[in-house]
């Protein structure tokens, strides 16, 4: 007679995501490269930040990369190649998040090594991507002028989770009556001393206080300073 | 819906679980989720009950214990739990914090494996 048993398993649900994420932020950071894992909902403006940045970059001759994960097209990797830095499109065919295995397997032949900065748009979504290391060293959440103040109070999970964050297209801020302050207080209720970025890819307003604040992370990365707290438990 | 791609990482662990644990069938499966795990409970039923057809967790109960967000007040010098996810300071004295230390959880806590038939209405006598 077989009696009912239980069994402790307490383990994470993600621990095989988890694992292999820590293994590729371990390699990331061994190699140099900063890795900047862009969250927001769909159209909030990460593609066309991102090619600003990717631009940017390279003006000033440090070589970065992307890679950029969407449902169906290919189109956010085309619109980040003409800003001349290598990307390469995960497409998730339905998937609502990017997983660290998929990362990983769009990297197989790169120099990781020779890069200084990897970006890794995410799909876009506000509430999917959380759960989900990727073996970044810098979570960004991205919340554009037009989808309204109240956002982080929406999804503070996403917020939460961040980093940083960046207010984009703020060059349409007046147009749509956009509460600056308001949208401040939320964020900073929802991930006290977070900082942001006020951003715009049409005007530029923003991209280099955020690129400097990228390198600076990226020094701290390759000096082995500590990283500030992040938002494992 | 990553709901979807959880509910299948725990259907897949429990599987290992029950296969080193030497096979059997599970009557129910104690999840952990964290107020800010992102994770909505109906979802994740509705997904679990999609992935373990034809799996030991077939007619398993999906048991979900929520953790409320429990954050570090400097102020206080203690450990306070919070209300909701909006607002990320103290309750009693109102200080912001950033310091958190519970509702994040994303994790299998324990598996309940089935006895043979009898066994399983004696176990079922005794609870109810
Ligand atoms: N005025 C203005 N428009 C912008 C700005 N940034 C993006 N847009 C526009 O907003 C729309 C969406 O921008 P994308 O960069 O594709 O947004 P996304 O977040 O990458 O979208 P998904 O990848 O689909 O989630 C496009 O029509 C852009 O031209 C900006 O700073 N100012
Ligand atoms: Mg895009
Ligand atoms: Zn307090």
């Known amino acids: ?233 | 819906m990553h709901e979807l791609s959880i509910a299948s990482r725990v259907v897949e662990l429990v599987v290992e679980q029950v296969c080193s644990a030497g096979g059997g069938r599970v009557a129910a499966v104690t999840l952990k989720i964290g107020a800010l795990s992102c994770v909505h409970e109906d979802a994740l039923r509705f997904s679990f009950n999609l992935v373990r057809e034809e799996t030991p967790l077939a007619n398993a109960e999906l048991r979900v214990v929520t953790v409320p967000v429990v954050i570090w007040c400097a102020a206080c010098g203690r450990e306070v739990t919070l209300p909701g996810i909006q607002k990320f300071a103290c309750p009693e004295c109102g200080t912001p914090s950033g310091d958190i230390r519970a509702g994040r959880e994303l994790d299998l806590e324990s598996v309940e494996l089935a006895g043979d038939a009898a066994a399983v209405e004696a176990a079922k006598g005794r609870i109810i």
């Open chain 1, 1 to 233: 007679m077989i009696e009912p048993r239980i069994l402790e398993v307490r383990t994470k649900i993600l621990k095989k995501n988890d694992e292999l994420a820590r293994e590729m932020r371990e390699r990331f950071v061994r190699a140099g490269v900063l890795v900047v894992n862009m969250v927001s909902s769909p159209g909030t403006g990460k593609t066309a930040f991102l090619k600003q940045a990717l631009a940017r970059l390279l003006a000033r001759g440090e070589p970065c990369a992307a890679v950029v994960g969407d449902l169906e097209t290919d189109n956010d990797a085309r619109r980040l190649a003409e800003s001349g830095a290598p990307v390469r499109q995960i497409m998730t065919h339905g998937l609502c998040h990017l997983e660290a295995d998929m990362v990983e397997k769009h990297l197989e032949g790169w120099d990781i090594a020779s890069l200084r900065y990897l970006f890794i748009e995410n799909v876009g979504n506000l509430v999917c991507p959380t759960s989900w290391d990727l073996g970044e060293s810098v979570r960004l959440a991205l919340l554009s002028v037009t989808e309204g103040e109240d956002k982080p109070l929406k999804y503070p999970g996403l917020f939460n989770t961040a980093d940083v964050a960046a207010i984009t297209k703020i060059d349409l801020a007046a147009a749509c009556e956009f509460d600056r302050a308001k949208a401040l207080v939320n964020i900073e209720a929802v991930r006290p001393g977070m900082r942001v970025f006020e951003t715009s890819a049409k005007t530029g307003a923003g991209l280099d206080a955020w690129l400097a604040y990228l390198a600076e992370r990226r020094r701290a990365l390759v000096d082995g300073t500590p990283p500030p707290p992040r938002r494992s438990v």
